[in-house]
């Protein structure tokens, strides 16, 4: 019944900015927490940004000062905004949320499509 649909990857030259958005959906109860992962050709999928129920955000190391994450409550939505981007930042980035539904609480991962950015001259 929980679907999370994302928008907002594109082509970007380095040094450029994209926001990408995620909004969940469907029989949801609660949500703890909603987070940003992506996956380069070749590579394996890797963590980038959690923002928590209580909006407290964490960052993977490689992202810090340049991504910010941010949530709409209200709208079951989570952002990532995305400056200053560079090469390596290419990849599918993919939408997670940490949730419980109305027919069974306890707490389990669903995932979004996945969205293409890639950075490049």
């Known amino acids: 019944q929980v679907q999370l649909v994302e928008s907002g990857g594109g082509l970007v030259q380095p040094g450029g900015s994209l926001r990408l958005s995620c909004a969940a959906s469907?029989?949801?109860?609660?949500?703890?927490?909603m987070r940003w992962y992506r996956q380069a050709p070749g590579k394996q999928r890797e963590w980038v940004a959690a923002i928590m129920s209580d909006d407290n955000t964490h960052y993977t190391d490689s992202v810090k000062g340049r991504f910010t994450i941010s949530r709409d409550n209200a709208k079951n939505t989570v952002h990532l905004q995305m400056n200053s981007l560079k090469p390596e930042d290419t990849a599918v980035y993919y939408c997670n949320a940490i949730l419980s539904t109305i027919a069974r609480r306890t707490l389990n991962d669903y995932w979004g499509q996945g969205t293409q950015v890639t950075v490049s001259s």
């Open positions: 469907g029989s949801i109860f609660s949500i703890y927490a």
